[in-house]
């Protein structure tokens, strides 16, 4: 197998264990345990999905000082794929919510690094081969969506989304994909930038970028709309399933592969990514990242009406929106962070904004939405109209608040590169 196609296995298989637990964990947890002691089971599965921004927090900087002084960065990318592995099989043993909150953290604090440390790797790789990198791994990297994709299909095709058999699935391919990043081409540890000061590797330094108006303003709402994006993941398998408790509703196919629908969201983030160089040469950076706020608000519109029977077309909607939402934002808003930085702190500025979408926005998201669907529960029954309302009229505030107060001149002359 050529290199290409080694590196194409591994972006599949990167992304593919995720979605082999990511979206039906919420939906299991719900069906399954009780909430912990003092809360609602809703806040319980919101704390659990906040758990990976927590890791996310730390452990890719950890591992990441390792790949780079200590041991070949691929070795580190395996070994994390099999510790995460060996610990979510221990999800299936969780007995309620508070043991699986454990579980997903500790799994978290060893995946959530190999994203960051598979595109390290692959960059590393293609440069060792002479690729043109930025050409290159585009193409390479889409594989990883479609691996997600396939592993939502199977989890819910098999109906393992209801029971623990998901967690075996995704333990088995972690340790796997563990493995064979073993099998990569070396990318030795070079003891590169010894000089940094521990908070320079912490990506501590970008913190300076605080003190200018338009990017800590930038920031902010970076992690606003990072709270919005962790929203679905946690529930929106959860509130279909939740419609088979309905007679006119059980058996439908959105509730039995409500996972399935799920999976749309994703295959239109694949399509909208390939429109975002014209919206931004149209538009800028500024409307385009209003218009992933506005996709957001229908995203939560049109499941508040939705369901799987006659409103299935509103469903159906939301998930094609997501696509918008999803990349207008976190494209966009990596290359505003690429433009408007110094080259000097770059890398930890595109690490703040990670930082801020995927750490500290998750944790904010976990307890917001979790909290919302604990306030909208009675005698154990989810008023998910009210819900979805609560979080579109969010989306909406926040946009509102974008489009006044972030200041920024588009000028259509730049040129936008999209390809990393």
């Not at 070994?79 to 099989?89: D, E, K, M, Q, R």
């Not at 890398?347 to 909208?376: C, D, K, P």
Request: aromatic share 16%; glycine share 10%; with cysteine.
């Amino acid at each position: 197998m050529n290199i290409k196609n080694r590196l194409v296995l591994m972006n599949f298989l990167q992304f593919f264990v995720w979605g082999a637990w990511l979206i039906s964990l919420g939906g299991y947890m719900g069906q399954t345990f009780g909430p912990i002691e003092g809360s609602s089971i809703g806040l319980s599965i919101g704390r659990t999905y906040g758990s990976m921004g927590w890791a996310s927090l730390f452990m890719p900087a950890l591992l990441g000082i390792i790949a780079d002084k200590y041991l070949s960065a691929q070795k580190v990318l395996g070994l994390s794929h099999v510790i995460a592995g060996i610990v979510i099989f221990f999800a299936t043993k969780a007995t309620n919510s508070t043991e699986m909150y454990w579980v997903i953290f500790m799994t978290s604090c060893f995946y959530m690094p190999t994203i960051a440390l598979n595109n390290s790797v692959s960059y590393a790789v293609l440069n060792k081969f002479e690729f043109d990198v930025q050409k290159t791994f585009t193409p390479i990297r889409v594989w990883g969506t479609v691996g997600f994709v396939i592993a939502m299909w199977i989890t819910d095709l098999t109906d393992w989304k209801s029971g623990t058999m998901q967690f075996v699935f995704a333990s088995v391919a972690m340790i796997i994909t563990g493995l064979l990043s073993f099998t990569l081409p070396d990318v030795p540890a070079e003891n590169k930038n010894n000089n940094q000061t521990l908070s320079s590797r912490f990506g501590l330094d970008s913190f300076v970028l605080f003190k200018q108006k338009k990017m800590a303003i930038f920031f902010v709402f970076a992690m606003l709309l990072g709270a919005a994006l962790q929203i679905t993941n946690m529930f929106g398998d959860t509130f279909i399933r939740d419609f088979g408790l309905d007679p006119a509703y059980k058996g439908t196919f959105g509730v039995e592969h409500s996972v399935f629908i799920i999976s749309l969201s994703q295959i239109s983030e694949t399509l909208f990514i390939l429109t975002i160089p014209f919206f931004l040469k149209r538009f800028g950076i500024k409307q385009v990242m209003l218009f992933s706020m506005l996709a957001w608000v229908l995203r939560f519109g049109l499941f508040g009406i939705g369901n799987p029977g006659s409103g299935v077309i509103f469903l159906i909607l939301s998930m094609i929106v997501y696509g918008m939402a999803f990349d207008f934002f976190n494209i966009s808003g990596s290359l505003f962070v690429e433009k408007e930085t110094d080259s000097k702190i770059r890398s930890s500025a595109q690490g703040l904004f990670m930082l801020m979408t995927n750490g500290v926005g998750a944790i904010i998201g976990g307890e917001f939405a979790g909290r919302t669907v604990g306030y909208f529960t009675h005698n154990n029954k989810v008023q998910w109209t009210n819900v979805w309302f609560s979080f579109a009229l969010y989306a909406l505030i926040v946009a509102i608040l974008f489009a006044i107060i972030f200041k920024y001149k588009h000028n259509p002359k730049d040129v936008v590169s999209v390809s990393h």
